[in-house]
Nanobody
Framework: QVQLVESGGGLVQAGGSLRLSCAAS????????LAWFRQAPGKEREFVAG????????LYADSVKGRFTISRDNAKNTLWLQMSALNDEDTAVYYC?????????????????WGQGTQVTVSS
C-alpha cells in the first residue's frame, strides 16, 4: 500500500500561482500511476492531471491544460502540481491519488489510494 499526504494549498489571488506537493510513503513508488483530482463544493470530484510511473506520460483535463504541470520525483517519493494563471473556478480541495493501473483513469472510483486533500482558494 501507499500513503499519501498533500501540502501546499492556501489562498491565492486570481492570476497567481501555487505549487502543491504530495509525499508518498511505502515501497515501489514507481509502480504507481499518480494523479491530482479536485472537488469543489457541491460538485463531483474531477480529474485534473495524471502521470505515469516513470514520469514519461502525462494527461491533463482540458480546463487546466497549459496552466497546470504535473511532475514527480521518484527518488524523493514526491508528486507535484504546479498551478499558474489561477481563477476562481480552480477553487477546490485538491487530492492526490495513486493506482497500480498503468492506464490513466479519469473516474475517481478507479483510484484506490487517496490523500486527505488540501484546500486551494482563489480570490478574485
Amino acid at each position: 500500500q501507499v500513503q499519501l499526504v498533500e501540502s501546499g494549498g492556501g489562498l491565492v489571488q486570481a492570476g497567481g500561482s501555487l505549487r502543491l506537493s504530495c509525499a508518498a510513503s511505502g515501497r515501489t513508488f514507481t509502480s504507481y500511476t499518480l494523479a491530482w483530482f479536485r472537488q469543489a463544493p457541491g460538485k463531483e470530484r474531477e480529474f485534473v492531471a495524471g502521470i505515469d510511473g516513470i514520469g514519461g506520460r502525462t494527461l491533463y483535463a482540458d480546463s487546466v491544460k497549459g496552466r497546470f504541470t504535473i511532475s514527480r520525483d521518484n527518488a524523493k517519493n514526491t508528486l507535484w502540481l504546479q498551478m499558474s494563471a489561477l481563477n476562481d473556478e480552480d477553487t477546490a480541495v485538491y487530492y492526490c491519488a495513486a493506482s497500480m493501473i498503468s492506464q490513466f483513469q479519469r473516474a475517481y472510483s478507479m483510484w484506490p489510494y487517496w490523500g486527505q486533500g488540501t484546500q486551494v482558494t482563489v480570490s478574485s
